[in-house]
């Protein structure tokens, strides 16, 4: 059974830093891309970021684009989202996400950017 298991919000003040963790395990990590989603109050999922199942391509939204940095270790099956100079607009639950024979969610962390 997949699970994806996010940490790593939390309250942080604008041009604040947090780094996002997602443990997995229940399906072959490095077998497979990697993505960050997130949903702000109101608003609908946005596709964040991407990696590839080595690592060793990336993309991103260009509202995050040089401020976040998707990274993965798959010795540990773990996924990364390091986010700086945040925004008050980067508020929202973030999730990971994974596609294993179905689309496979965790259960979100909370980001909140306030001063």
């Known amino acids: 059974q997949v699970q994806l298991v996010e940490s790593g919000g939390g309250l942080v003040q604008p041009g604040g830093s947090l780094r996002l963790s997602c443990a997995t395990s229940g399906f072959t990590f490095s077998n497979r891309a990697m993505n960050w989603y997130r949903q702000a109050p109101g608003k609908g999922r946005e596709l964040v970021a991407s990696i590839s199942n080595t690592g060793s391509s990336t993309s991103y939204v260009d509202s995050v684009k040089g401020r976040f940095t998707i990274s993965r270790d798959n010795a540990k099956n773990t996924l990364y989202l390091q986010m700086n100079s945040l925004k008050p607009e980067d508020t929202a639950v973030y999730y990971c996400?994974?596609?294993?024979?179905?689309?496979?969610w965790g259960q979100g962390t909370q980001v909140t950017v306030s001063s």
């Open positions: 996400y994974v596609w294993w024979l179905r689309d496979c």
